[in-house]
């Protein structure tokens, strides 16, 4: 099982970015999809996660109405929109697929290698 996360970058504040999730060896329809994020020196955070079902979205509170995920079936990807970015959005950030949705890391099963993000000007 292999997810391969990407898009990231350097982006000045207020920037935008859109990171890719794709899943080489396996079917994303079967799985809810997360976005987590790690900034040196600080403990894995969700950002965001999309159910397999009817396609409900979930935020952290700290991106929401900036972030948006979304999936494309056709494509075997997630996406994760990111407007106004702001410093503290700097960050690896990546994609896991877990069997429902959830904010505790340990709950997620397969994960991507990370993609670098850096908001800054």
């Given at each position: 099982?292999?997810?391969?996360?990407?898009g990231?970058?350097?982006?000045?504040?207020?920037?935008?970015?859109?990171?890719?999730?794709?899943?080489?060896?396996?079917?994303?329809?079967?799985?809810?999809?997360?976005?987590f994020?790690?900034?040196?020196?600080?403990?894995?955070?969700?950002?965001?996660?999309i159910?397999?079902?009817?396609?409900?979205?979930h935020?952290?509170?700290?991106?929401?109405?900036?972030?948006?995920?979304s999936?494309?079936?056709?494509?075997n990807?997630?996406?994760?929109?990111?407007?106004?970015?702001?410093?503290?959005?700097?960050?690896?950030?990546?994609c896991?697929?877990?069997?429902?949705?959830?904010?505790?890391?340990e709950?997620?099963d397969?994960?991507g290698?990370?993609?670098?993000?850096?908001?800054?000007s």
């Amino acid at each position: 099982v292999q997810l391969q996360a990407s898009g990231g970058g350097l982006v000045q504040p207020g920037g935008s970015l859109r990171l890719s999730c794709a899943a080489s060896t396996f079917t994303l329809d079967y799985y809810d999809v997360g976005w987590f994020r790690q900034a040196p020196g600080k403990e894995r955070e969700w950002v965001s996660c999309i159910s397999r079902a009817a396609g409900r979205t979930h935020y952290a509170d700290s991106v929401k109405g900036r972030f948006t995920i979304s999936r494309d079936i056709a494509k075997n990807t997630v996406y994760l929109q990111m407007n106004s970015l702001k410093p503290e959005d700097t960050a690896v950030y990546f994609c896991a697929a877990v069997r429902w949705c959830g904010s505790s890391w340990e709950e997620y099963d397969y994960w991507g290698q990370g993609t670098q993000v850096t908001v800054s000007s």
